[in-house]
């Protein structure tokens, strides 16, 4: 009597599975990740000294650029990059907020549902912040609109540490590092979940026009 193989099911059993860390996040997520952070970082160090008005300027429009080539990307990037991958409508979020509720996360290859929420809020936020900041220097406006700064960006300020909180308490529940994850742009995922090249030709462009803005802050 013969029996049927089970090499077929053992088969699709191991590509369901997941394996060794993959390639998620392209290099242009990454270094415009990491340039925001350190250019926000940078302009709060530098906000309340004259000494260093023109770094602190600097920093602003290197935010503002960033934000510009993220919107691009989020068009025309990989997988995970794309705003249409991972920002989702309120029946999600809800639905993802409920399995933290019960302190078990869904698992998402790219950005969760709420971590999209933030990424918006961010963004939406640091492009209010650049916009108030050029029209203050150009003296568009009076003390209201330098009170208007401060305020978004302690309203940044405060979305950056929920985020941060976010991304330890979702690595610890998960059991996978997501600072190191947008570091080295690799998670484990299941096959054919991964993309398939870093894009470092465009990540080497959006440096490029950093240089490009900093050569022109202070040599041009």
């Known amino acids: 009597m013969k029996t049927q193989s089970p090499a077929p099911a053992r088969r699709q059993n191991l590509e369901s599975q997941p394996h060794q860390p993959a390639l998620v996040w392209d290099l242009p997520v990454r270094a415009f ?4 952070a350190l250019s926000f970082l940078g302009a709060w160090l530098t906000s309340e000294s ?3 008005q023109l770094w602190h300027i600097s920093f602003g429009y290197s935010m503002a650029l960033l934000i510009a080539l993220r919107l ?16 989702r409508g309120p029946a999600a979020v809800a639905a993802y907020l409920r399995s933290w509720l019960q302190l078990r996360p869904r698992h998402y290859v790219g950005h969760n549902p709420a971590g999209a929420l933030a990424i ?9 912040l650049t916009a108030s900041g050029h029209a203050s220097y150009a003296e568009l406006g009076g003390d209201w609109l ?20 976010a991304v330890l308490l979702t690595s610890l529940l998960h059991r996978e590092n997501l600072v190191r994850a947008m570091l080295t742009g690799k998670k484990i ?10 894009r470092p030709l465009f990540a080497l462009i959006l440096l490029g026009l950093l240089a490009g803005l900093w050569w022109l802050m202070f040599f041009a």
């Open 120 to 128: 918006l809020a961010i963004l939406g936020v640091a492009a209010a």
């Open 189 to 198: 995922v299941a096959a054919g979940e991964e993309i398939r090249s870093a």
């Open 72 to 87: 691009a990307w989020g068009l025309t990037g990989t997988r995970y990059a794309r705003f249409s991958e991972f920002v």
């Open 146 to 165: 330098s009170e208007v700064h401060e305020a978004l960006a302690n309203v940044l300020m405060a979305l950056v540490v929920l985020h941060i909180a």
């Open 33 to 36: 990740h990491w340039s925001l």
């Open 50 to 52: 004259e000494r260093w």
